[in-house]
């Protein structure tokens, strides 16, 4: 059993008999308190959808949820239904917009290493690796000259994602993008 120091984003939990997937966190110090971090958790039901927010001591034990993690890759969308096909067994798995809203941002057909994350045999979520390969399709003309640890400018990717690419990159250009922090993490190998 983690304490609630130890959960990350995306993680299944079990709280109340329920399960929840962990979407959010806020860590704070509270001032004068002797004692550890306070950490403020987003979580969703994984049955009904439905909002919790709870606040857990940094010492908290939290119960980790039973889930099972299936490699896919992203097939089609339709409407507000994003469906993934099961690496395996071409399983589809038929997730809601809303469930995977920040993660969507961040997947085309060529994304590899997707996990759909299932429980009680229902798709929930899907799990993203640390670095994505996506290509620029919007930004200021590159500079000539411009080192790697120039200023940064904004840049449109092929998803419709949004974030900072030093000068030197391009349109046309294929960058790897780190998923957590949502920042270049350098340019994709050809």
């Known amino acids: 059993m983690p304490k609630a120091s130890e959960i990350k984003k995306n993680v299944a939990i079990s709280y109340d008999n329920k399960t929840y997937i962990v979407r959010d966190i806020e860590r704070s110090v509270p001032q004068g308190r002797a004692g550890g971090s306070l950490y403020r958790m987003r979580m969703y039901d994984v049955v009904t959808g439905r909002k919790l927010d709870e606040t857990f001591k940094d010492s908290d034990m939290i119960d980790l949820a039973d889930l099972v ?5 992203f097939s089609y969308s339709d409407g507000d239904e994003y469906v993934f096909m099961d690496n395996e067994d071409y399983t589809p798995y038929s997730l809601n917009k809303s469930a995977i ?3 969507i941002l961040f997947v085309n057909e060529d994304t590899v290493g997707i996990q759909v ?8 979520a899907i799990e993203l690796p640390t670095n994505v390969e996506l290509e620029v399709v919007e930004t200021d003309p590159s500079i000539k000259g411009a080192s790697a640890t120039s200023r940064n400018k ?3 990717l092929s998803t419709g994602a949004v974030i900072q690419v030093p000068e030197h990159i391009s349109t046309g250009d294929r960058i790897k993008v780190n998923v957590e922090e949502r920042k270049f993490a350098g340019r ?3």
Request: without cysteine.
């Open 154 to 156: 904004p840049a449109k």
């Open 101 to 103: 809203e920040e993660e």
């Open 188 to 190: 994709a190998e050809k």
């Open 69 to 73: 993690r299936r490699q896919s890759m």
């Open 117 to 124: 994350v299932l429980v009680n045999d229902a798709p929930v």
